[in-house]
């Protein structure tokens, strides 16, 4: 048996600590210069809104910019590979968001693994969606809908503009066994609510935050929202879940990182986002939007993206979705 020599054991265990010294040391001074955190979405969107909320945070806790850079096409994939392809040195954030989860199934060929190529640091906040139908549907509980949707199968029409939405939808046709025509809408939810008022569309499941002004002008009616609790915003609208257990649909942002970031920056910029989560000025805003603080460890976020990966891949591959 051929022996190493004690001065190689030596050597290889002193390159393995200066190895931690170094990563420990970079994450002491990270960052030495701006950060961009890549948003697929446009200017203006919920996401957007919420990555500069915790963009001016960060910048002003850890002395250099942290800088939107919004990348909007293929239901984020481009701002996904964008992150995906850049270095692993901190210094490229991806705004993680439910597509994200949702595209893996949905998109048979993509140029990553999100799963694998992706480090999830820390989950931010999440926004329910409502179950919202025009005035014409006889129905004000969810039990009310689900018996009238079975008494007249495919008579009601349920449109979507994106993905979450579309999907808190199909969710909920396939645990209530309930048939409804699926209207898919371009672009933004602003043709939608036209519709929708006109009643040309009869339900929607959008985004809380988008819905909150015609619920409270009683222009169109809130059933339930999608989450397990209720938003603070419309504390007497129900949970859908209150009616049909294990329910949840939900939007939701968080922040990642190429894969192979050292450890220490991915838990230096951890600690920093749940810093500014337990910052009442922060709760404050994303409570304005409509938003549920989130907050905890990598780990936390990494076993919550596996499950809504699992979850909604049961629902598109059920309903058979096909991306456009």
Same mark, same amino acid.
């Given at each position: 048996?051929?022996?190493?020599?004690?001065?190689?054991?030596?050597?290889?265990? #002193?390159?393995? !600590?200066?190895?931690g010294?170094?990563?420990?040391?970079?994450?002491?001074?990270?960052?030495l210069? /701006?950060?961009?955190?890549?948003?697929?979405?446009?200017?203006?969107?919920?996401?957007?809104?919420?990555?500069?909320?915790?963009?001016?945070?960060?910048s002003?806790?850890?002395g250099?910019?942290?800088?939107?850079?919004?990348?909007?096409?293929?239901? *984020?994939?481009?701002?996904?590979?964008a992150?995906?392809?850049?270095?692993?040195?901190?210094?490229?954030?991806?705004?993680? #968001?439910?597509?994200?989860?949702?595209?893996?199934?949905?998109?048979?060929?993509?140029?990553?693994?999100?799963?694998?190529?992706? !480090?999830?640091?820390?989950?931010?906040v999440?926004?329910?969606? @409502?179950?919202?139908?025009?005035?014409?549907?006889?129905?004000?509980?969810? /039990?009310e809908?689900?018996?009238?949707?079975?008494?007249? /199968? &495919?008579?009601?029409? =349920?449109? $979507?503009?994106? *993905?979450? &939405?579309?999907?808190?939808?199909?969710?909920?046709?396939?645990?209530?066994g309930?048939? =409804?025509?699926?209207?898919?809408?371009?672009g933004?939810?602003?043709?939608?609510?036209?519709?929708?008022?006109?009643g040309?569309?009869?339900?929607?499941?959008?985004?809380?935050?988008?819905?909150?002004?015609?619920?409270?002008?009683?222009?169109?009616?809130?059933?339930?929202? #999608?989450?397990?609790?209720?938003?603070?915003? =419309?504390p &007497?609208?129900?949970?859908?879940n209150?009616?049909?257990?294990?329910?949840?649909? $939900? $939007?939701?942002?968080?922040?990642?990182? /190429?894969?192979? #970031?050292?450890?220490?920056? @991915?838990?230096?910029?951890?600690?920093?986002?749940?810093?500014?989560?337990? &910052?009442?000025? =922060?709760?404050?805003?994303?409570?304005?939007?409509?938003?549920?603080?989130?907050?905890?460890?990598?780990?936390?976020?990494?076993?919550f993206?596996?499950?809504? *990966?699992?979850?909604?891949?049961?629902?598109?591959?059920?309903?058979?979705?096909?991306?456009?």
């Open positions: 048996m051929k022996l190493v020599p004690r001065s190689f054991l030596r050597l290889a265990a #002193t390159t393995v !600590a200066l190895a010294v170094f990563q420990f040391a970079g994450a002491q001074t990270y960052p210069r /701006p950060v961009r955190i890549v948003v697929g979405f446009a200017a203006g969107a919920t996401p957007d809104i919420t990555a500069r909320l915790m963009a001016q945070w960060l002003e806790r850890l250099q910019q942290f800088i939107v850079d919004n990348r909007p096409g293929a239901s *984020t994939n481009l701002a996904t590979e992150v995906v392809r850049a270095p692993p040195d901190g210094y490229t954030l991806l705004w993680v #968001t439910a597509p994200n989860a949702i595209n893996a199934t949905l998109y048979g060929k993509l140029s990553f693994d999100f799963i694998r190529d992706i !480090a999830p640091v820390a989950p931010v999440r926004f329910p969606n @409502v179950i919202l139908l025009h005035p014409s549907v006889p129905a004000r509980t969810v /039990p809908f689900i018996a009238y949707a079975k008494a007249n /199968p &495919d008579k009601l029409n =349920m449109a $979507s503009s994106g *993905t979450t &939405d579309h999907l808190s939808g199909e969710l909920f046709k396939a645990m209530t309930i048939k =409804m025509v699926h209207v898919p809408y371009r933004g939810g602003a043709a939608i609510f036209t519709d929708l008022l006109s040309h569309v009869q339900v929607y499941f959008p985004a809380l935050a988008a819905a909150i002004g015609y619920i409270r002008a009683d222009k169109l009616r809130a059933l339930a929202v #999608t989450t397990t609790k209720r938003s603070e915003a =419309m &007497d609208v129900p949970t859908v209150e009616f049909l257990p294990t329910y949840e649909a $939900s $939007s939701w942002h968080g922040v990642g990182l /190429p894969k192979a #970031t050292p450890t220490a920056i @991915v838990e230096k910029l951890n600690s920093g986002v749940n810093a500014a989560l337990a &910052d009442p000025v =922060m709760k404050a805003r994303f409570a304005e939007l409509g938003g549920m603080m989130f907050g905890g460890a990598p780990a936390d976020f990494e076993k993206i596996g499950e809504e *990966t699992e979850k909604w891949g049961k629902v598109i591959r059920s309903a058979n979705i096909k991306a456009d």
